[in-house]
């Protein structure tokens, strides 16, 4: 049985995430952490509540020792990460909570990931171990009337949420 950890769960794109994950797969275990900030609403989960794929914790990805104890009663196969303050008004009015979030709380992720999944004793990273960092095409700043982004595409934020997400 695989076992991811979900942040940003009850979000719009986490939770429509964890129906896709639940729907496509019979055995696997989403552990799903959520603030519950403005973004974040549980009736977006109603609907996978009593299913014991799914587990729901309330807390913040930048709160260390819920993530390291998290990684360690799991010992998860993948980590995705939408957690993220995401709104352009709100970054501009106060940045330092989107730097916090978006910046910090990512590092703890990857700090705890690293912590848990990399065997200093053989150098080796545990087999099969993912994490996916969700961003936002904001990151490359206006697209114009034509065109599309690519991969090659140089980064060019415009607000204090779009550079904390590069």
Request: with cysteine; charged share 25%; glycine share 8%.
């Given at each position: ?28 275990l ?15 989960l ?18 260390r ?41 990512t ?21 099969g ?29 415009h ?8």
């Amino acid at each position: 049985m695989k076992t991811y950890l979900i942040t940003g769960c009850a979000g719009f794109i986490g939770s429509n995430f964890v129906y896709y994950m639940l729907k496509k797969h019979d055995d696997i275990l989403l552990v799903n952490l959520d603030k519950l900030t403005y973004a974040g609403n549980l009736e977006n989960l109603k609907g996978v509540e009593g299913d014991k794929r799914h587990i729901f914790v309330q807390g913040d990805i930048c709160d260390r020792e819920l993530v390291t104890a998290l990684f360690k009663k799991y010992d998860f196969d993948c980590v995705i990460n939408f957690a993220a303050e995401s709104h352009v008004d709100r970054s501009i009015a106060n940045p330092e909570i989107f730097v916090q979030t978006n910046v910090m709380g990512t590092v703890n992720l990857l700090q705890r990931a690293k912590e848990a999944w990399y065997q200093p004793e053989t150098k080796h990273w545990k087999a099969g171990k993912k994490y996916l960092q969700v961003s936002t095409d904001e990151v490359y700043g206006a697209l114009g009337a034509e065109g599309f982004f690519m991969e090659t595409t140089p980064l060019c934020p415009h607000s204090p949420y779009s550079s904390s997400k590069a």
